[in-house]
C-alpha cells in the first residue's frame, strides 16, 4: 500500500511513524539517503551515523555503487520503476557477520503523486545463513538466493509445496526450513519416506491401523496423517508412491479426511503438505506412472532446490560447515590445492555426497590439513568401487576364455583401445555422456555413435 506525506510534514514526523511497524525499518531518499530508523532496526542491526549522510548500499553491504550497479537486484530501483512496493532477498553486514535479510521497500508519495523517500522494512530469514554454520541452510551464491527467496515466501502461506532437484541436494532440509518459517512451526513436522513401502505399509504408515486389522496388527496405531495435524506433512520422494494408493493420497488432500487400516470411523486431519521428489513427474504423467490430478494438487508452488554443481560459490562455505558438523570439536581445514581439487569434481552425490568425502579425509588425515593428496583419495575410492562394481555384475570367463585371452597380443587395436577409453570415462563421469563428449573432445553426436557401434 503506497503512503502519502503531506508536504509540510516534517522528516521528524515520517521517522517517528517508522516505530509503527514491528519490524526492523528505515527512512530512504531517492537518492539511496538514510534518514531515520526505528528502535527495532538498531537493537538489530546498530546505530547509524548521520553525520556523514550514509546510503543504504554502503550500510547493508559495504557497496561503493547502488545494489544493481553491484551486481544484485535494488529494491529502491525497482520500486522506482514499478510505482508499487517491491520485495528483495538480500546479504546484509550486521553485527553478527553476513546474514540473509527479507527486504520489503515502500514508495512514499505527495498528494501530486510525487515520490519523495521510502520505508524499508528488514526481517531476518532465520532458517538460513550466508556463513553461520549452526543454520541448517547454508550458502550466498545466486542459485541458492534465489531458492531462498521462494522458501521466504511461501513459508508464511498453507499453500502446498513441491520441492525439485536432484538426490542429496538437500530437499528434507529445505521441507524443515519451510516449516520452521510458517505459522504451524509450533507443531510437529512429520516425515514419511515414500520409496520403498508397500501398497499395505504405505497405507498403515500414513493412515494408521486398528488392532487385528490384518496379520500381525497387535496393537492400535496412529498414522502419520493424524500426528501431522495442525502442523506440516513432508512427504519424500513422491514419485515412488504405489499407483494403488495415490487415490487415496488424492481424497486425503482434497478432504483431509481418512481411515485408518481396518477401521470404519472416519477421522479428519489439518495440515500443510510438502513434497519433494528427485523424479520428472511430467513424464511419470505422461506414462500413467503418476496420477495427472495428484500431481496438480501437490504442484501448487515448485521450488527448485539446485544441485552442488550449480552453486560451486557455496563450496567453500558447505566445506566449513560440514567439516564443523562432523568433526567432533576439532578444527580441520583444506588446502587451497585440496579445495581447487574438489572445485573440479562434478559431485553427482551433491551434498550427502561432499559429506562423505570429507567424512572420510578426516579419517584419512594425520594432522588438521587435509591436503590434495587426501582429496583425490577419497574420490578415487568411489571410482574403485564404481569399477568393482561393474566387474561384479560382469559374468566371469571360463578357464577357456582366460588360456585365450593370455595368447593375444599386449597391446589392443584401435578400436578396441577407444572402447576401452570411452567405457573408462563414462564411469569415471558417472554415465553424464556430455561431460564425457567434451573430457573426449567429440560432439555428443559422435560419441552416442560411437557407443552404439
Request: glycine residues 6%; charged residues 25%.
Amino acid at each position: 500500500m503506497t503512503i502519502i506525506a503531506s508536504d509540510r510534514l516534517p522528516y521528524g514526523a515520517l521517522s517517528n511513524m517508522l516505530e509503527g511497524y514491528d519490524c526492523p525499518a528505515i527512512l530512504v531518499s531517492v537518492d539511496y539517503q538514510i534518514l531515520a530508523t526505528n528502535e527495532y532496526y538498531r537493537q538489530e542491526f546498530g546505530e547509524v551515523s548521520f553525520a556523514k549522510k550514509p546510503r543504504c548500499f554502503e550500510v547493508s553491504h559495504g557497496y561503493s555503487v547502488p545494489c544493481d550497479e553491484a551486481g544484485e537486484d535494488c529494491p529502491l530501483s525497482a520500486v522506482q520503476q514499478t510505482g508499487h512496493k517491491e520485495r528483495v532477498l538480500h546479504i546484509h553486514q550486521t553485527p553478527r557477520g553476513k546474514e540473509h535479510v527479507d527486504v520489503e521497500m515502500l514508495p512514499i508519495h505527495d498528494h501530486q503523486g510525487e515520490l519523495l523517500f521510502f520505508v524499508e522494512l528488514l526481517r531476518a530469514v532465520a532458517v538460513a545463513s550466508a556463513e553461520n554454520i549452526t543454520s541448517a541452510l547454508v550458502g550466498s551464491s545466486k542459485k541458492f538466493n534465489q531458492m531462498l527467496e521462494k522458501i521466504t515466501r511461501v513459508s508464511h502461506s498453507e499453500a502446498s509445496v513441491l520441492l525439485l532437484g536432484e538426490s542429496g541436494s538437500g530437499k528434507e532440509l529445505v521441507a524443515h526450513a519451510i516449516h520452521q518459517g510458517s505459522q504451524r512451526s509450533n507443531n510437529p513436522l512429520v516425515t514419511l519416506e515414500c520409496a520403498g513401502l508397500t501398497d499395505s505399509l504405505f497405507e498403515s504408515e500414513l493412515f494408521g491401523h486398528v488392532k487385528g486389522a490384518f496379520t500381525g496388527a497387535n496393537n492400535h496405531r496412529t498414522g502419520l496423517v493424524e500426528q501431522a495435524n495442525g502442523g506440516t506433512l513432508f512427504l519424500d520422494e513422491i514419485g515412488d508412491v504405489p499407483l494403488s494408493m495415490q487415490v487415496k493420497l488424492l481424497r486425503l488432500i482434497e478432504t483431509g479426511s481418512f481411515r485408518p487400516v481396518g477401521s470404519s470411523t472416519v477421522k479428519h486431519s489439518h495440515f500443510r503438505l510438502v513434497c519433494a521428489t528427485h523424479k520428472n513427474l511430467i513424464n511419470m504423467v505422461k506414462t500413467g506412472e503418476f496420477r495427472q490430478d495428484l500431481y496438480y494438487r501437490i504442484n501448487v508452488f515448485p521450488v527448485y532446490v539446485p544441485s552442488l554443481r550449480e552453486r560451486q560459490d557455496d563450496l567453500p562455505l558447505l566445506i566449513s560447515t560440514l567439516l564443523a558438523r562432523i568433526s567432533e570439536g576439532k578444527e580441520y581445514h583444506l588446502t587451497d590445492s585440496a579445495l581447487q581439487t574438489l572445485k573440479r569434481y562434478d559431485f553427482p552425490g551433491n551434498i550427502r555426497e561432499l559429506r562423505n568425502i570429507l567424512n572420510r579425509a578426516i579419517i584419512l588425515t594425520d594432522t588438521n590439513l587435509i591436503e590434495r593428496r587426501t582429496i583425490e583419495e577419497c574420490l578415487n575410492i568411489d571410482h574403485e568401487l564404481h569399477q568393482h562394481s561393474e566387474h561384479l555384475l560382469l559374468p566371469h570367463p571360463s578357464p577357456q576364455a582366460s588360456i585365450m585371452s593370455a595368447t593375444k597380443a599386449e597391446w589392443p587395436d584401435l578400436k578396441t583401445a577407444e572402447k576401452h577409453y570411452l567405457a573408462e570415462l563414462m564411469a569415471r563421469h558417472h554415465h553424464d555422456k556430455e561431460k564425457v563428449a567434451a573430457v573426449a573432445g567429440i560432439s555428443l553426436r559422435s560419441l552416442y555413435r560411437k557407443l552404439e557401434s
